[in-house]
């Protein structure tokens, strides 16, 4: 069985690592879902899910100041 909260419904907007991310802030592991956020965004700094992962995160983790970098830098990598 899953834990309670996990999502795993193919039509469900997230997926992948994002799926994984918002799964852990469900379950209240925001330490863990940060981490991972931060890694992801890491490896992938122009993937728009990493850096929406880590917004979300950090929203989660109450650095809104950080969380709105984040947000903001979206716009940056796709302008138009």
């Given at each position: 069985p ?14 992948g ?22 890694a992801?965004?890491?490896?992938e700094?122009?993937?728009v899910a990493a850096?929406l992962?880590?917004g ?18 979206l716009?940056d990598?796709?302008?138009?």
């Open positions: 899953e834990p309670p909260g996990m999502l795993s419904e193919p039509s469900d907007a997230h997926e690592k994002l799926l994984a991310v918002m799964s852990l802030l469900r379950w209240g592991a925001v330490d863990q879902a940060l981490a991972a956020a931060r992801w965004q890491d490896v700094p122009t993937e850096v992962a880590l979300e995160t950090l929203e989660a983790s109450h650095d809104t100041r950080e969380a709105a970098r984040a947000f903001g830098s716009i990598l796709h302008p138009g």
